[in-house]
């Protein structure tokens, strides 16, 4: 008997250790977070601290030995991240992954990252390159590890991570600051080119698939805001990122001296669009701006470049760029709008969702073509863009880190907000939304914003004004308010003008109750916001605009097929059970996971398929959603903070994060509703991971 216990244990041990083995490669491997570790180039030591509760803590005895440890957080926590966007910016992507990517690398060299990175870099002053050079060691140094490279990306994909140079980070910086311009079918002279000419078009659309491969965008519905209530300021920032489910930021403090900052970085840079200090908290709208103009100038010198696959095959590529900007002979349109526009349906699925702007903007210019004579072609085009220069904005991102006073931005506009622990306010750049709140301040990008700022005056005028401490004030429920102005305002005029229900057709009967009961918010559960934006979708497809808030008694028959139009719609999209027409199911928020989704994948492991998840929420309201009605690329990920002056230390945020690696990670994170988490700057030290210099 004893002899059959000690086989069965020792199959049982087996059996564990197996599982220990394959659960350590399957789901991914962890770099050192504790002990001692030698980083060339350190001045002194500098210690990094992973607690319990998730903050990383960065302890150096100088700024130039604080981004080099940084280095190392980056590229243990988010080795994929940061060198997946490093190819992407590099234009390297078909090295990886083959030929399919050679557009898009092609687009990315055209607009220059990599090339006018390096320049950018050796134009730099010796400090900021010494802090450049200190970051790229410490990255290398997790990114060279075998437990990194042994992470379930590389080893899926069968690569490898390359050394990181000190000007790459130079490169995704620029990168992140076209992400942050504008498309270009928002341009008012993009329609009149589509006409004519199809160069931009071309552009256009490789641009618009390049952004959507990375998922990456939306940066515009950032904003930021204080309100002083007694005693107490609320200081509070969102700042959205696109439809990524890589996380765009990594919270990390830094300290040097007494000095302890948290700050909102980004993987592969040492940009900090957010932070709080002891005395500050700022935000900086990632957004940088693009225009589209006609010239008569010559073409510039055409610039050169060799572009080699994954599979050995090489494209020589030329581009008319120069700094004045990227230069479209006019020439004769290829195609119609009309076949461009069937080109553009006929994309796979994630190529069309990538493209919804451009298929949305030459919809809307046939629509103006109709009855109208051919557009005279000007000689030529030219993109402008700041970001056509060398340049960097590492000393702006050092300045909010050091307290300095901030310079102007190079490659982003640098719109944002500083609040001060002591209540006071600072404007940064010329955001386009200012708008005054009770003792505050209400700054964003999208005009739409100007809903949720009236929204936030009518929350914050409600709470009693003696009131003095942070118990009484609850900003979570602020930033989660999902009721939209807009809405409350259009909404019964418009059901108004729809008649009486019992003249109604029995089709839209219900959909009449639904609106009637509904209380303006873009709740996940709510069946009155999903008929009212597909509602709205169907009026502006009819007649071209929506409709205003001021009564109009011809617009009856109208409201009321658009209204059995949209019903129909919401019908055959999601079935005949109202159960099915819930905001989150009409409008889900989804995320994806760059390259697992690319849709030449066929079977993505399914720990990186796209993440269905919804909050609510609207641009015309506190609690950011994306829209049905609204243009604009869809921005489900959001960067939220806030903190109260009456317990300055700690800092609330709500970042929806997945996790992929570990034993049904993805699984068992999904099952909870998402929840915001409290970031401390004063965490002590346990058991971190000391960086010493080599002797």
Request: aromatic residues 10%.
């Given at each position: 008997?004893?002899r059959?216990?000690?086989?069965?244990?020792?199959?049982?041990?087996?059996?564990?250790?197996?599982?220990?083995?394959?659960?350590?490669?399957?789901?991914?491997?962890?770099?050192?977070?504790?002990?001692?570790?030698?980083?060339?180039?350190?001045?002194?030591?500098?210690?990094?601290?992973?607690?319990?509760?998730g903050?990383?803590?960065?302890?150096?005895?100088?700024?130039?030995?604080?981004?080099?440890?940084?280095?190392?957080?980056?590229?243990a926590?988010?080795?994929w991240?940061?060198?997946?966007?490093?190819?992407?910016?590099?234009?390297?992507?078909?090295?990886?992954?083959?030929?399919?990517?050679?557009?898009?690398?092609?687009?990315?060299?055209?607009?220059?990252?990599?090339?006018?990175?390096?320049?950018?870099?050796?134009?730099?002053?010796?400090?900021?390159k010494?802090?450049?050079?200190?970051?790229?060691?410490?990255?290398?140094?997790?990114?060279?590890?075998?437990?990194?490279?042994?992470?379930?990306?590389f080893?899926?994909?069968?690569?490898?991570?390359?050394?990181?140079?000190?000007?790459?980070?130079?490169?995704?910086?620029?990168?992140?600051?076209?992400?942050?311009?504008?498309?270009?079918?928002?341009?008012?002279?993009?329609?009149?080119?589509?006409?004519?000419?199809?160069?931009?078009?071309?552009?256009?659309?490789?641009?618009?698939?390049?952004?959507g491969?990375?998922h990456?965008?939306?940066?515009?519905?950032?904003?930021?805001?204080?309100?002083?209530?007694?005693?107490?300021?609320?200081?509070?920032?969102?700042?959205?990122?696109?439809?990524?489910?890589?996380?765009?930021?990594?919270?990390?403090?830094?300290?040097?001296?007494n000095?302890?900052?948290?700050?909102?970085t980004?993987?592969?840079?040492?940009?900090?669009?957010?932070?709080?200090?002891?005395?500050?908290?700022?935000?900086?709208?990632?957004?940088?701006d693009?225009?589209?103009?006609?010239?008569?100038?010559?073409?510039?010198?055409?610039?050169?470049?060799?572009?080699?696959?994954?599979?050995?095959?090489?494209?020589?590529?030329?581009?008319?760029?120069?700094?004045?900007?990227?230069?479209?002979?006019?020439?004769?349109?290829?195609?119609?709008?009309?076949?461009?526009?069937?080109?553009?349906?006929?994309?796979?699925?994630?190529?069309?969702?990538?493209?919804?702007?451009?298929?949305?903007?030459?919809?809307?210019?046939?629509?103006?073509?109709?009855?109208?004579?051919?557009?005279?072609?000007p000689?030529?085009?030219?993109?402008?863009?700041?970001?056509?220069?060398?340049?960097s904005?590492?000393?702006?991102?050092?300045?909010?880190?050091n307290?300095?006073?901030?310079?102007?931005?190079?490659?982003?506009?640098?719109?944002?907000?500083?609040?001060?622990?002591?209540?006071?306010?600072?404007?940064?750049?010329?955001?386009?939304?200012?708008?005054?709140?009770?003792?505050?301040?209400?700054?964003?990008?999208?005009?739409?914003?100007?809903?949720?700022?009236?929204?936030?005056?009518?929350l914050l005028?409600?709470?009693?004004?003696?009131?003095?401490?942070?118990?009484?004030?609850?900003?979570?429920?602020?930033?989660?308010?999902?009721?939209?102005?807009?809405?409350?305002?259009?909404?019964?005029?418009?059901?108004?003008?729809?008649?009486?229900?019992?003249?109604?057709?029995?089709?839209?009967?219900?959909?009449?109750?639904?609106?009637?009961?509904?209380?303006?918010?873009?709740?996940?559960?709510?069946?009155?916001?999903?008929?009212?934006?597909?509602?709205?979708?169907?009026?502006?497809?009819?007649?071209?605009?929506?409709?205003?808030?001021?009564?109009?008694?011809?617009?009856?028959?109208?409201?009321?097929?658009?209204?059995?139009?949209?019903?129909?719609?919401?019908t055959?999209?999601?079935g005949?059970?109202?159960?099915?027409?819930?905001?989150?199911?009409?409008?889900?928020?989804v995320?994806?996971?760059?390259?697992w989704n690319?849709?030449?994948?066929?079977?993505?492991?399914?720990?990186?398929?796209?993440?269905?998840?919804?909050?609510?929420?609207?641009?015309?309201s506190?609690?950011?959603?994306?829209?049905?009605?609204?243009?604009?690329?869809?921005?489900?990920?959001?960067?939220?903070?806030?903190?109260?002056?009456?317990?300055?230390?700690?800092t609330?945020?709500?970042?929806?994060?997945?996790?992929?690696?570990?034993?049904?990670?993805?699984?068992?994170?999904?099952?909870?509703?998402?929840?915001?988490?409290?970031?401390?700057?004063?965490?002590?030290?346990?058991?971190?991971?000391?960086?010493?210099?080599s002797?």
């Amino acid at each position: 008997m004893s002899r059959l216990l000690l086989i069965f244990g020792l199959v049982l041990l087996g059996i564990i250790g197996l599982s220990a083995v394959l659960g350590h490669f399957a789901y991914g491997n962890m770099p050192a977070r504790s002990g001692r570790m030698t980083l060339d180039g350190l001045n002194q030591p500098a210690t990094i601290q992973w607690s319990d509760d998730g903050t990383i803590t960065v302890e150096a005895a100088n700024e130039t030995d604080l981004f080099a440890a940084l280095g190392y957080v980056h590229g243990a926590d988010k080795a994929w991240t940061m060198t997946l966007w490093r190819q992407a910016a590099l234009g390297h992507l078909s090295k990886w992954f083959g030929s399919d990517y050679v557009g898009h690398d092609r687009h990315a060299r055209m607009l220059g990252f990599g090339s006018l990175a390096r320049a950018s870099y050796e134009a730099l002053p010796i400090e900021e390159k010494a802090v450049l050079d200190a970051y790229a060691r410490g990255a290398n140094l997790a990114l060279s590890s075998w437990s990194v490279r042994q992470r379930d990306e590389f080893v899926l994909l069968d690569l490898e991570p390359a050394p990181w140079l000190p000007w790459h980070a130079l490169a995704v910086e620029r990168m992140m600051a076209w992400f942050g311009t504008p498309t270009l079918e928002a341009d008012s002279s993009f329609s009149s080119f589509a006409r004519a000419d199809s160069a931009l078009v071309r552009f256009a659309r490789s641009d618009s698939l390049f952004r959507g491969m990375l998922h990456l965008g939306g940066a515009n519905e950032s904003r930021a805001w204080t309100a002083r209530l007694g005693e107490t300021t609320i200081a509070a920032q969102q700042l959205a990122y696109g439809n990524s489910a890589l996380p765009l930021f990594r919270e990390v403090v830094l300290r040097v001296g007494n000095t302890h900052v948290l700050v909102a970085t980004v993987p592969g840079t040492i940009m900090l669009p957010a932070g709080q200090s002891d005395n500050r908290m700022w935000s900086v709208f990632l957004t940088s701006d693009v225009a589209l103009a006609p010239t008569d100038s010559l073409p510039p010198p055409p610039l050169f470049d060799r572009l080699v696959d994954r599979d050995g095959n090489e494209t020589l590529l030329t581009f008319p760029r120069s700094v004045a900007g990227l230069y479209f002979k006019a020439e004769p349109a290829a195609a119609s709008p009309t076949a461009i526009l069937a080109a553009v349906d006929s994309l796979g699925e994630a190529a069309v969702v990538a493209s919804v702007q451009l298929a949305d903007s030459l919809r809307r210019m046939l629509r103006e073509r109709e009855g109208t004579a051919s557009v005279k072609r000007p000689p030529a085009w030219l993109v402008t863009w700041r970001g056509f220069a060398a340049g960097s904005d590492i000393r702006s991102w050092r300045a909010l880190l050091n307290e300095a006073e901030t310079p102007s931005f190079t490659l982003f506009l640098g719109d944002g907000l500083i609040s001060s622990s002591n209540g006071s306010t600072a404007i940064l750049g010329s955001p386009p939304v200012r708008e005054e709140l009770p003792n505050g301040t209400f700054v964003a990008v999208d005009p739409l914003a100007r809903f949720a700022a009236s929204r936030l005056r009518t929350l914050l005028s409600s709470v009693d004004s003696s009131a003095t401490r942070s118990d009484t004030i609850d900003p979570a429920i602020l930033m989660m308010d999902s009721y939209s102005p807009w809405a409350a305002t259009i909404t019964p005029r418009l059901i108004e003008q729809l008649g009486n229900r019992d003249s109604l057709d029995a089709s839209i009967k219900d959909a009449y109750a639904f609106l009637h009961g509904w209380d303006y918010k873009f709740d996940r559960g709510s069946l009155g916001a999903s008929l009212f934006e597909r509602w709205m979708t169907e009026y502006r497809k009819k007649v071209g605009q929506l409709p205003g808030s001021s009564p109009d008694s011809g617009r009856t028959v109208i409201l009321q097929e658009t209204l059995r139009d949209a019903v129909d719609r919401i019908t055959a999209e999601h079935g005949d059970q109202t159960s099915a027409w819930r905001w989150e199911l009409v409008q889900p928020g989804v995320r994806y996971f760059p390259i697992w989704n690319d849709p030449s994948r066929r079977t993505p492991p399914s720990r990186f398929a796209p993440l269905t998840s919804s909050l609510g929420g609207h641009p015309t309201s506190l609690l950011y959603g994306p829209s049905m009605v609204f243009d604009g690329p869809p921005a489900p990920s959001v960067w939220t903070a806030w903190s109260l002056t009456s317990n300055w230390s700690r800092t609330h945020i709500y970042h929806p994060i997945t996790q992929t690696t570990g034993f049904l990670a993805r699984e068992l994170a999904l099952e909870e509703p998402p929840r915001s988490y409290v970031v401390r700057r004063d965490v002590t030290f346990s058991s971190p991971l000391h960086l010493r210099p080599s002797d």
